[in-house]
């Protein structure tokens, strides 16, 4: 395979990789006698367009299609040092310098519902659902921004897998106190407050609003009411084993302000069709947890209630198990199951489809001017685009795993 020579997209290749192209030496390069410069010279090329965050706060509908970049700094700010981004995400950004988010229309579409939800009732569910690996964790980091920018206090749990997960945690630790029966998790509840507090919206909000009653925590620590509810936060931090308990008296603390008018939260949920499934926790005993039973999970199950107001749910499901199968039905019901879909319902589900062969250029042009990939290899050739769409399928996950070997 390495010494058959194929021509596609018009371009001898020798050394094959599944997505036609070749690696070159650095001698071979010079022979080709193409720079990252002359990008735009090649036929079928569409160039990449970047705008800024200013640009389309007001006239986000316009930006359809474009790519949006991120410097770094300015990401790892706006998502808690880029700790709320999913990895393949934070290591393409890491090396491509900056973070290209691709607008799409689901995005609008929560933008949308962002701008024109009364506010004065229960707060407004909306799920996204689609194929696995369709982006559907982007249009969220998407929504945290333009949330931001209206003014929201942002909740983002957009790990929820390391909740749930067996994998590389201790085991659930029972709490201390009397007649309590909720298990713990003492470093995912200090993980997810750091993460709160690193938010340019808790920032913002945090210090502002302040606890309605006194908070006491073992036999020598108390907070006060009307204290910062930063300080409660900070609280959790410093002394992990009360971290869990803090996280569900922060948020029904911050569910009373909202209901009052201080506040309006943005709660942000990455597959949260995860919070129903079947528990694999265990205790110190080895014994398995149910969900019912981790105070973690509690308080965020609390957050999908419609016990206040001035509040709005951004979610997703993701495929486990046997729904990643292409050929497995994909809707919102089978995703979420029969518990999940009964406490999220009432609901707007807002559907995340593969790309279309225009998207899959923009991202193939983005890519070269980014020099990740070089443009000698004259991928956004009509042919060229043809065979990464007959491989990939427009799944931004394949696309980006197959743009890694180019």
Not at 87 to 110: C, D, H, I, T
Not at 216 to 238: H, N, S, T, V
Request: one cysteine or more; hydrophobic letters at 40%; a positive charge.
């Amino acid at each position: 395979l390495l010494n058959r020579k194929m021509s596609v997209g018009g371009l001898a290749r020798s050394r094959v990789f599944p997505c036609g192209c070749r690696m070159m030496s650095s001698g071979a390069l010079l022979d080709e006698a193409f720079s990252f410069s002359d990008a735009s010279k090649q036929p079928g090329y569409i160039p990449s367009q970047s705008v800024l965050p200013q640009d389309y706060s007001s006239e986000c509908p316009r930006q359809l299609g474009k790519v949006f970049a991120l410097h770094v700094e300015e990401s790892n700010a706006l998502f808690a040092g880029g700790r709320l981004l999913p990895k393949a995400l934070r290591w393409e950004a890491s090396r491509l310098g900056q973070l290209g988010v691709l607008v799409r229309e689901p995005m609008l579409e929560l933008d949308y519902f962002m701008h024109t939800a009364d506010y004065s009732k229960h707060p407004l569910r909306l799920v996204l659902w689609g194929p696995s690996g369709s982006g559907k964790s982007l249009c969220l980091l998407h929504a945290i921004l333009m949330a931001q920018r209206r003014d929201f206090l942002v909740l983002p749990l957009t790990t929820t897998r390391s909740i749930i997960a067996r994998r590389g945690h201790s085991p659930l630790l029972k709490s201390d106190e009397d007649g309590d029966e909720f298990y713990q998790q003492p470093a995912v509840g200090a993980y997810w407050l750091q993460n709160l507090v690193s938010t340019p919206s808790a920032t913002k909000f945090l210090p502002e609003l302040t606890t309605t009653k006194e908070y006491q925590w073992g036999y020598e620590d108390a907070i006060p009411a009307q204290q910062p509810l930063l300080r409660l936060c900070k609280f959790g931090m410093e002394k992990p084993r009360f971290s869990c308990r803090v996280v569900s008296s922060l948020l029904n603390e911050l569910k009373g302000h909202a209901t009052r008018g201080l506040v309006k939260l943005a709660v942000v949920m990455d597959g949260v069709n995860l919070l129903f499934g079947q528990s694999q926790l265990i205790s110190s005993d080895r014994k398995k947890v149910p969900f019912e039973q981790v105070e973690l999970i509690r308080a965020f199950k609390d957050l999908l209630s419609l016990d206040y107001s001035n509040g709005i749910l951004l979610s997703s499901v993701q495929c486990t198990g046997n729904r990643r199968r292409s050929d497995q039905v994909v809707t919102p019901r089978s995703q979420l199951g029969e518990a999940g879909f009964d406490a999220m319902t009432p609901f707007l589900p807002v559907h995340v489809p593969n790309l279309t062969r225009q998207q899959v250029m923009t991202i193939l042009a983005h890519y070269i001017n980014r020099k990740w990939i070089h443009p000698a290899y004259k991928v956004c050739t009509q042919d060229a685009v043809t065979e990464v769409m007959t491989l990939t399928d427009g799944n931004p996950r394949r696309l980006q795993l197959l743009c890694n070997y180019i």
